[in-house]
C-alpha cells in the first residue's frame, strides 16, 4: 500500500507540472497591472481596483473553496445555505445572512457590509436579478457554476485570484487537478466491454412514483469519467437533472445504482423505500450492487460536492463503479492528504 502511495505521489508530480500551465491560461484571470480584472464562468469580465479584502458569498461550496484558501478572514457576508456546512467554521457561519439565489438577496443588507465583491451561482433561481441589483449599486460580481471537475478547479483558480490567493489557488487546483488526470488516464484503459451501465439517482420525489436521475451534471459525469455508462444520457444526455418513473427505470434495467442524499439518514430512508417488486426485479438490486453515497456538505463524510472534495468522490465512485480496475487507488489515502493538507482550518 505504501508503494501505491508513493507511486500516486511520484506520477502526480509530472501530472501537476502540466497542469498549473493548462490552470494559469484557463483560470481567468487577465491583467494585474492596472487592478484585478477577471473573467467569470459566465463569460463577464469583472473588474475591481484590487484584489477584495471583503467579500459576500452566497453558497457553500464557493464559501468552503476560499476557506480553504486561507481567505476566510475577508468573508463579511454569506448566503443562507452556507450555515448548514459543516466544512465553514463557525467564524464564517457566525457572519451576517443576506439571503440567497433562491428566495433574493436583501441588497441593503449587503450594502451595509461595504463588500469589494460578491461571488455566487448563475443560471437559476433569481441569479440574474440578483447580479443586476447588485452591479447597479456598483459592487462587483463574479459568477461561477459547475458542470464537471474541470470546472471545479477552474473555479477555484478564480476565487484565489479575486481574493488575494493566487498561489494557493494555484497549488491545490494543480494537485486535484493531477488526480482527475491520472483517474481518467486510468479509466481510459478500460475494455468497452468492461463499463457497467450504472444509474445515479435520489428518491426525493419517489413519493410521487417517480426517480431523480442526473445526467449533464458534474456527478452525472463522474460516473463517465470513472469508466461507467451513465444511462441517463440515453435520451437524456444533454439535460442536466431529470426525473424519471419506474418503466424508464425497468427498460435500462441498471448494473449499478448509486443513491445520492446529504445525510446518512436520508439515505437509509431512500435504501428502505427500495422494497416493491419493481425495485427487487432490476438487476443491480438482486445483485446486490446497489451503493448509497453522500453528497453535499452537511456530513464530514461527504465528498461529491463543487469543492476540492470532489477529487475524493470521484475515487470513491470508481471503487465502486470500476473496484478491479482502481484497486490500486487508496482513495481514503487520498483523502487524509487533502485535508491535512488543505483543510486544516476545521482543526483550529
Same mark, same amino acid.
Given at each position: 500500500?505504501?508503494?501505491?502511495v508513493?507511486?500516486?505521489?511520484?506520477?502526480?508530480?509530472?501530472?501537476i507540472?502540466?497542469?498549473?500551465?493548462?490552470?494559469?491560461?484557463?483560470?481567468?484571470?487577465?491583467?494585474?497591472?492596472?487592478?484585478?480584472?477577471?473573467?467569470?464562468?459566465?463569460?463577464?469580465?469583472?473588474?475591481?481596483?484590487?484584489?477584495?479584502?471583503?467579500?459576500?458569498?452566497?453558497?457553500?461550496?464557493?464559501t468552503?473553496?476560499?476557506c480553504?484558501?486561507?481567505?476566510?478572514?475577508?468573508?463579511?457576508?454569506?448566503?443562507?445555505?452556507?450555515?448548514?456546512?459543516v466544512?465553514?467554521?463557525?467564524?464564517?457561519?457566525?457572519?451576517?445572512?443576506?439571503?440567497?439565489?433562491?428566495?433574493?438577496?436583501?441588497?441593503?443588507?449587503?450594502?451595509?457590509?461595504?463588500?469589494?465583491l460578491?461571488?455566487?451561482?448563475?443560471?437559476?433561481?433569481?441569479?440574474?436579478?440578483?447580479?443586476?441589483?447588485?452591479?447597479?449599486?456598483?459592487?462587483?460580481?463574479?459568477?461561477?457554476?459547475?458542470k464537471?471537475?474541470?470546472?471545479?478547479?477552474?473555479?477555484?483558480?478564480?476565487?484565489?485570484?479575486?481574493?488575494?490567493?493566487?498561489?494557493?489557488?494555484q497549488?491545490?487546483a494543480?494537485?486535484?487537478?493531477?488526480?482527475?488526470?491520472?483517474l481518467i488516464?486510468?479509466?481510459?484503459?478500460?475494455?468497452?466491454?468492461?463499463?457497467?451501465?450504472?444509474?445515479?439517482?435520489?428518491?426525493?420525489?419517489?413519493?410521487?412514483?417517480?426517480?431523480?436521475?442526473?445526467?449533464?451534471?458534474?456527478?452525472?459525469?463522474?460516473?463517465?469519467?470513472?469508466?461507467?455508462?451513465?444511462?441517463?444520457?440515453?435520451?437524456?444526455?444533454?439535460?442536466?437533472?431529470?426525473?424519471v418513473?419506474?418503466?424508464?427505470?425497468?427498460?435500462?434495467?441498471?448494473?449499478?445504482?448509486?443513491? *445520492? %442524499?446529504?445525510? @446518512?439518514?436520508?439515505?437509509?430512508? +431512500?435504501? !428502505?423505500?427500495?422494497n416493491?417488486? &419493481? =425495485?427487487? #426485479?432490476? $438487476?443491480?438490486?438482486?445483485?446486490?450492487?446497489?451503493?448509497?453515497?453522500?453528497?453535499?456538505?452537511?456530513?464530514?463524510?461527504?465528498?461529491?460536492?463543487?469543492?476540492?472534495?470532489?477529487? *475524493? %468522490?470521484?475515487? @470513491?465512485?470508481?471503487?465502486?463503479? +470500476?473496484p !478491479?480496475?482502481?484497486?490500486?487507488? &487508496? =482513495?481514503? #489515502?487520498v $483523502?487524509?492528504?487533502?485535508?491535512?493538507?488543505?483543510?486544516?482550518?476545521?482543526?483550529?
Open positions: 500500500m505504501k508503494e501505491t508513493k507511486a500516486l505521489s511520484v506520477a502526480l508530480v509530472a501530472i507540472a502540466v497542469s498549473s500551465v493548462v490552470i494559469l491560461l484557463s483560470g481567468g484571470y487577465l491583467n494585474g497591472d492596472s487592478g484585478v480584472k477577471i473573467v467569470d464562468m459566465s463569460n463577464r469580465t469583472v473588474r475591481m481596483n484590487y484584489t477584495a479584502n471583503r467579500v459576500v458569498i452566497l453558497e457553500s461550496y464557493w468552503e473553496i476560499a480553504v484558501l486561507g481567505a476566510q478572514d475577508k468573508i463579511v457576508g454569506i448566503g443562507s445555505y452556507v450555515t448548514s456546512s466544512f465553514i467554521p463557525d467564524s464564517v457561519k457566525n457572519k451576517t445572512v443576506v439571503g440567497n439565489i433562491f428566495s433574493g438577496v436583501n441588497i441593503e443588507t449587503v450594502l451595509s457590509l461595504k463588500p469589494d460578491v461571488i455566487m451561482d448563475y443560471g437559476y433561481g433569481k441569479a440574474e436579478d440578483i447580479v443586476k441589483s447588485l452591479e447597479g449599486a456598483g459592487i462587483p460580481v463574479i459568477t461561477l457554476f459547475a464537471n471537475f474541470e470546472d471545479i478547479a477552474k473555479a477555484t483558480v478564480i476565487i484565489g485570484q479575486a481574493l488575494g490567493k493566487a498561489e494557493r489557488a497549488s491545490i494543480s494537485y486535484i487537478n493531477g488526480l482527475h488526470s491520472q488516464t486510468n479509466a481510459s484503459r478500460i475494455p468497452s466491454d468492461d463499463r457497467p451501465r450504472v444509474l445515479i439517482c435520489n428518491l426525493d420525489v419517489w413519493k410521487d412514483g417517480l426517480i431523480y436521475t442526473y445526467s449533464n451534471t458534474s456527478w452525472g459525469n463522474v460516473v463517465v469519467d470513472v469508466g461507467g455508462i451513465n444511462v441517463a444520457h440515453e435520451g437524456f444526455g444533454d439535460k442536466s437533472w431529470v426525473k418513473n419506474m418503466e424508464q427505470v425497468l427498460l435500462w434495467d441498471p448494473d449499478i445504482i448509486v443513491i *445520492v %442524499g446529504r445525510t @446518512q439518514s436520508t439515505l437509509s430512508s +431512500q435504501i !428502505s423505500s427500495m416493491d417488486t &419493481n =425495485w427487487l #426485479s432490476l $438487476r443491480a438490486v438482486r445483485e446486490g450492487r446497489v451503493y448509497p453515497v453522500l453528497t453535499g456538505s452537511y456530513d464530514l463524510s461527504s465528498y461529491l460536492d463543487w469543492t476540492p472534495r470532489m477529487a *475524493v %468522490g470521484e475515487l @470513491q465512485l470508481a471503487a465502486c463503479i +470500476q !478491479s480496475h482502481f484497486a490500486s487507488f &487508496n =482513495w481514503t #489515502s $483523502r487524509d492528504q487533502l485535508m491535512d493538507g488543505y483543510y486544516g482550518y476545521l482543526k483550529s
